[in-house]
């Protein structure tokens, strides 16, 4: 007699019992042979506890850290920081930037450019310009407004687990903007967020150029705790069907 246990769930099983339900549990897993509703939450499951890995791994490297495989993104530009400010302040969340302010930095970047500055070093030096003239710019606000691709933080929330991969059911949660397919035997998440592909791969070509920050890691690359979790994340979902299996 083998007793196996789910969630205060006991099911008693003789050898004979076991042997069936075994040899049968291959083909279910794989969709050939029923518990089909149980096997399509399992994907969901998998897909929400990789998202999770995934959303973790954004607000690491949008905080500037480097996440589990080692991947951290490149900061934002003095420029794109300063324009993020200017629309930010006009909105009032922050402390406001005078458009007198706004001009005399764009003066002192405009003549760095005609210097033969490029973009990024244009910005620097329009930085510490205003620094040493005292203005009140946004880049006295101790970097709250660097945070590397979120700026209205909708790509951030597109790839935001709708719920932990515990509660997953028979479908995706919706998310907006989100990509959550399942398919014979495999799963496709990501995000529909313009731009999300050019930051993901890089645009070496713009003008100015737009420098590769991966969503997420190549499978190859996968941290061991990625793999460790997500096997645990399969081993509940297949305990799910054996018990299913063993009710019928």
Not at 21 to 43: E, F, H, M
Not at 120 to 130: D, E, F, L
Not at 152 to 174: D, M
Request: net charge positive.
């Amino acid at each position: 007699m083998a007793i196996i246990s789910q969630q205060a769930l006991t099911v008693p099983l003789n050898a004979r019992q076991a042997a069936i339900v075994l040899n049968r549990l291959p083909r279910t897993v794989s969709g050939r042979a029923g518990a089909g509703g149980l096997v399509r939450v399992l994907q969901v499951r998998l897909g929400l506890a990789l998202l999770r890995f995934v959303h973790k791994a954004f607000v690491t490297k949008s905080d500037g850290g480097t996440d589990e495989a080692g991947t951290r993104w490149r900061p934002l530009s003095p420029v794109t920081v300063s324009l993020r400010a200017s629309k930010q302040g006009k909105r009032g969340s922050f402390v406001d930037v005078l458009k007198k302010e706004r001009r005399r930095w764009r003066e002192v970047y405009e003549g760095a450019l005609r210097s033969g500055a490029d973009r990024q070093s244009a910005g620097r030096i329009a930085w510490q310009a205003a620094r040493r003239e005292g203005l009140r710019t946004l880049f006295g606000t101790g970097g709250q407004l660097a945070r590397i691709l979120i700026d209205s933080g909708t790509l951030e929330k597109s790839l935001r687990p709708g719920v932990p991969p515990e509660a997953a059911a028979f479908s995706p949660p919706h998310v907006p903007l989100q990509v959550f397919r399942l398919g014979n035997g495999q799963l496709e998440v990501g995000t529909r967020r313009k731009w999300a592909l050019a930051q993901h791969r890089g645009a070496p070509g713009r003008r100015p150029p737009l420098p590769q920050r991966r969503l997420w890691p190549k499978v190859v690359n996968w941290p061991p705790s990625w793999w460790r979790q997500m096997t645990t994340q399969a081993v509940r979902g297949i305990q799910d069907i054996i018990v299913h299996m063993l009710r019928r």
